[in-house]
Nanobody, 123 residues
Framework: QVHLVESGGGSVQAGGSLRLSCLAS????????VGWFRQAPGKEREAVAT???????SYADSVKGRFTIPQDNAKNTLYLQMNSLKPEDTAMYYC?????????????????WGQGTQVTVSS
């Protein structure tokens, strides 16, 4: 069974940094596509960054150059390193996984979700 547990959210001023963590069940990072999604109030959930078990990554245009999605297979942990944060990055951030190496952009393609962690960026 796949479990995903996020942590690391919080409040930060614009220009600051945060690192989110997603502790996954064993083998998830080796067999699943995993990614970070976010949902702001009144908006649809959107993909932020994904990584396949082949290490191929994909980023939303809005976060390219600011966010990275490293992972530590030994710790079964996926990270989202967020730098140069902007108020528009404010959202609930979710870790998600789907079986297989191909990473779709659409949230509906992901079977497993964490509970989310809130990120608030003030101007």
């Amino acid at each position: 069974q796949v479990h995903l547990v996020e942590s690391g959210g919080g409040s930060v001023q614009a220009g600051g940094s945060l690192r989110l963590s997603c502790l996954a069940s064993e083998y998830v990072l080796r067999r699943y596509c995993v990614g970070w999604f976010r949902q702001a109030p009144g908006k649809e959930r959107e993909a932020v960054a994904t990584i396949g078990f082949d290490a191929a990554t994909s980023y939303a245009d809005s976060v390219k150059g600011r966010f990275t999605i490293p992972q530590d297979n030994a710790k079964n942990t996926l990270y989202l390193q967020m730098n140069s944060l902007k108020p528009e990055d404010t959202a609930m951030y979710y870790c998600a996984a789907r079986y297989g190496s191909y990473c779709y952009i659409g949230p509906s393609m992901y079977n497993y979700w964490g509970q989310g962690t809130q990120v608030t960026v003030s101007s």
